[in-house]
């Protein structure tokens, strides 16, 4: 398990603790006192420019209307959670970059808001790519599970397969603040794994260990002796308009929202990832399911009570309600709790 600290604790509890506009003041703060940053804010993000030619981002909000108080940390099993739901989607990769600057690497930072209600701040932000300067590629630390790596409509498969070294694995995402930022800046974007789990509901937790994990690797990515120039390579995927809040003018605006192109897993037939539904098998993968098979395999397919998700049957007798990645997790079976019990 990776170290997690006294201090750590404290810091998540302090980033976590605080609304969204509160958040953004701290960080302003913080970048301008941390190796004389120098930072540009506008009503929906803030941008440093550093020396390592790599742009960290991660959201301020969170989809709860009211930060956590309470919190609860099982050392042992290295997790964290609230009963007022934890919003470590994304408070986690905010505490992933302050400890990677605080390491003394100063990448290219940006903190967006509003990424969960559209990405106002990633449509804002990525009208200054140029602040930045020199820009090889782009890392999100927005990902739940442990060794995500996600591209969203990004097709550069050199910037994959480089990704995958660290110890990642590619999944498939449907949107991020970099599904809005790359496309603008011709630049390759990846999603990273920072080890939480159910988000978007009360019963989110961070396994903290992962979290680590994530930090070592994406250190490891920043201190590469030469870092590749990896560019914006589009697939071919399908979109639909996403109304936007008005802005401060009341002007309305829209954004493209992509949805890549994926095999249903039974007839293999590809469709838009937007009419498919997510599988989860056995070993935890990911498979999909196209409306039809679903409809014909409904039998051997379930709803996991814990986080929502679709996961496969193969014998009903043995189905306990819960997902596969849900049993590995607090709030599920090989943590000896019975349903409904445990850390939700």
């Not at 090889?136 to 409509?153: A, K, Q």
């Not at 109304?243 to 890549?260: A, C, L, M, W």
């Amino acid at each position: 398990m990776q170290s997690f600290t006294d201090k750590d604790l404290d810091l998540f509890k302090k980033i976590a603790k605080l609304d969204q506009a509160t958040l953004k003041s701290m960080l302003h703060k913080l970048l301008s006192e941390i190796a004389d940053y120098t930072v540009y804010s506008t009503d929906l993000f803030i941008a440093a420019e550093g020396n390592i030619p790599i742009v960290l981002v991660a959201h301020m909000d969170t989809v709860f209307n009211h930060p956590p108080k309470d919190f609860y940390f099982d050392e042992k099993r290295g997790a964290l959670w609230s009963p007022e739901g934890l919003g470590a989607d994304d408070r986690a990769g905010i505490f992933a970059i302050l400890k990677i600057i605080g390491s003394g690497l100063h990448p290219h930072i940006l903190f967006t808001c509003d990424e969960e209600t559209g990405g106002a701040g990633a449509i804002d932000a990525s009208q200054y790519g140029s602040f930045f300067g020199d820009i090889r590629y782009v890392i999100e630390l927005d990902r739940r599970g442990s060794n995500d790596c996600v591209f969203y409509d990004c097709n550069n498969t050199d910037f994959i397969q480089y990704v995958e070294t660290f110890g990642f694995k590619e999944a498939i995402g449907t949107f991020s603040d970099i599904s809005i930022i790359c496309p603008v800046w011709k630049t390759a974007g990846v999603n990273l794994s920072v080890g939480y789990y159910n988000e978007h509901t009360i019963c989110e937790i961070l396994m903290v260990d992962e979290l680590a994990r994530t930090i070592s690797r994406v250190k490891e990515m920043l201190t590469e002796t030469d870092i590749p120039n990896f560019i914006y390579i589009p697939t071919y995927a399908t979109y639909a308009f996403k109304e936007i809040t008005p802005d401060k003018d009341g002007k309305i605006k829209y954004v493209p929202t992509y949805f890549p192109d994926v095999t249903c897993k039974i007839c293999r037939k590809r469709s838009s990832l937007m009419s498919m539904i997510e599988v989860e098998d056995e070993e935890e993968n990911i498979g999909y399911y196209c409306g039809n098979c679903f409809d014909k395999h409904g039998t051997h397919v379930a709803w996991c009570y814990n986080c929502g998700y679709a996961y496969e049957v193969k014998d009903e007798r043995l189905n306990t309600g819960l997902c596969f990645s849900c049993r590995s997790y607090p709030g599920g079976y090989n943590f000896g709790f019975k349903e409904n019990e445990g850390y939700c």
